[in-house]
């Protein structure tokens, strides 16, 4: 952005009642475009911002079911992602393989649950514990999980945070990782997941390449309306970033 002569502007919502404000401040012609980030699946903001004309790219698929044309985002494949490290787990030999969900009002969290399930199928759902994307949840999450079902012997977390919770946890219970139970992560937050104790395998996402292509689509939108008038989503299609996953000492 400062590439191009543009000034970021940071607005933050820490719940609902903040969204009237920000729909208010980008209404009143402050803004050029906006880049949008961490929707939930019922979140009021996106109409919010459409309803105030506002170019808009988001980081993350939104949750668009209202029938209205769809909107300009870019996102990491967050099931292909999740199908690997399943898969993963399979092939060393791992049966009892759990998933700790991200919090479900997101489509990421959504999505690495699909890929769990394309490759577990019908598993014992006693092995999915709903969680939040933070330590603490891990670590709640784990305990869960280890009441459940104490011949879990692997676990895919829906993040490194979430992750980092569950390895305090498998530690304070003497279980062994990866020898007892294998963990991996996702997003390789560093230097989340390289000083995790053991350095944890995860699914790489480009998070800095995702800001880079969503105020590219932005930038590009924004000259085609200059141009024509035209609506800015109309010279832009949405993006979809491979996965990689990262293997090191937990799996």
């Excluded at 309803?51 to 029938?67: E, K, L």
């Excluded at 997941?193 to 969503?214: C, K, N, S, W």
């Excluded at 200059?226 to 799996?251: E, F, G, Y």
């Amino acid at each position: 952005l400062t590439a191009h002569d543009n000034q970021l502007v940071l607005l933050l919502t820490e719940g609902r009642a903040d969204h009237a404000r920000v729909a208010r401040y980008l209404a009143g012609g402050h803004v050029d475009g906006a880049l949008v980030f961490s929707l939930h699946l019922d979140d009021p903001l996106p109409g919010l911002i459409r309803n105030a004309g506002v170019p808009t790219v988001f980081g993350g698929r939104p949750d668009w079911s209202d029938g209205t044309p769809g909107p300009v985002y870019v996102d990491s494949d967050n099931r292909g992602g999740a199908r690997a490290a399943v898969r993963h787990l399979v092939d060393l030999g791992r049966s009892r393989i759990a998933h700790i969900t991200g919090a479900l009002d997101q489509t990421s969290a959504v999505d690495r649950l699909d890929g769990y399930r394309d490759v577990v199928g019908d598993a014992d759902p006693r092995l999915v514990v709903e969680s939040d994307f933070t330590p603490g949840g891990g670590e709640r999450a784990m305990r869960e999980l280890l009441h459940r079902c104490p011949d879990v012997d692997a676990v895919f977390a829906a993040n490194d945070l979430t992750a980092l919770g569950a390895l305090r946890v498998l530690r304070e219970r003497g279980r062994r990782v990866p020898d007892d139970v294998a963990v991996i992560g996702f997003d390789d937050v560093l230097p989340i997941a390289e000083e995790a104790d053991p350095p944890l395998t995860t699914v790489r996402q480009d998070i800095e390449e995702m800001g880079r292509l969503m105020a590219r689509l932005l930038l590009s939108g924004l000259a085609g309306r200059t141009r024509d008038a035209a609506p800015a989503d109309a010279a832009a299609s949405s993006v979809v970033l491979p996965t990689t996953l990262i293997r090191r000492a937990s799996a």
